[in-house]
């Protein structure tokens, strides 16, 4: 089952390495109107603002400090 991962815009690595992994990768604003398996967000909980309805459902995972790598064996703990 593809992932559906929705990531920060300023996280272009991260992005990137997700999809080379075989994620769905969107934007985090589109996550509202989607089933997103996880959001990563660049740490700030500013970013996550008017989304509680989703965070209440959905990990997040802060990319502050972490490299593409260590996030995708997060997401990978979270679902294997």
Same mark, same amino acid.
């Given at each position: 089952?593809?992932?559906i991962i929705a990531v920060e #815009?300023?996280?272009a690595p991260v992005k990137e390495y997700l999809i080379e992994k075989g994620c769905q990768v969107?934007?985090?604003e589109e996550a509202e109107y989607n089933d997103v398996d996880?959001?990563?967000i660049s740490g700030s909980d500013? #970013?996550?603002?008017g989304m509680e309805d989703i965070l209440d459902e959905v990990p997040v995972i802060s990319a502050q400090?972490?490299?593409p790598e260590d996030i995708w064996h997060t997401i990978m703990d979270i679902y294997y």
């Open positions: 089952m593809k992932r #815009d300023n996280l969107i934007e985090i996880v959001l990563v500013e #970013d996550i603002m400090g972490r490299s």
